[in-house]
């Protein structure tokens, strides 16, 4: 930790003005943390991660090398982001076309993962403790717990907030291996059964 701040910074880490960062929170080699950005308690921001201008960061945000995360992006509490996972704020970007102002914004729900190298086509949330496969390109909204792969994106199961798959008994009950928690399929929607 550096002297009167309650995060740590590398060296050559770049944080322009105007930022709000979290105590507990470590930004690596090379990263940028643009202008009005607020980023939350204990984030791990890795190596050569930009972060732009107005972005918001939750607490216990994990992001890893080089990450692109545009204006228009909210990462809620324990997001992770995966190496070399980008998104976009613009739909149609032209260069000669100046679309600032038009950004659309995209929310990533509490829990979720992102794997490495997706891609997350602006203006489609991502739902609580979604896991989007690595590589995948992601062209609409996820669903709470939805596991998703490919280009394009398409749901080929669900996931427990631990990060296992799980499958649904004939009742609409799974259970998660590691944590023993109880969800419950209905309509197409998963969810945790609190006790």
Known sequence: MQKDKKYF?????????NCTIGEGTK???????????????KCNIGQNVVVSPDVILGNNVKIQNNVSLYTGVICEDDVFLGPSMVFTNVTNPRSAVVRRGSYEQTIVRKGASIGANATIVCGHNIGKFAFIGAGAVVTKEI??????????????????????RLEFDDEGLAVCPESNEKYVINNNKVSKIIK
């Open 27 to 41: 930004i690596w080699h090379f990263s940028h943390i643009m202008s009005n950005c607020k980023i939350g308690e």
């Open 143 to 164: 669903k709470d717990y939805a596991l998703v792969v490919g280009n394009p994106a398409k749901q080929i199961g669900w996931m427990s907030e631990y990060g296992h």
């Open 9 to 17: 910074a590398h060296e050559t880490a770049v944080i322009d003005n």
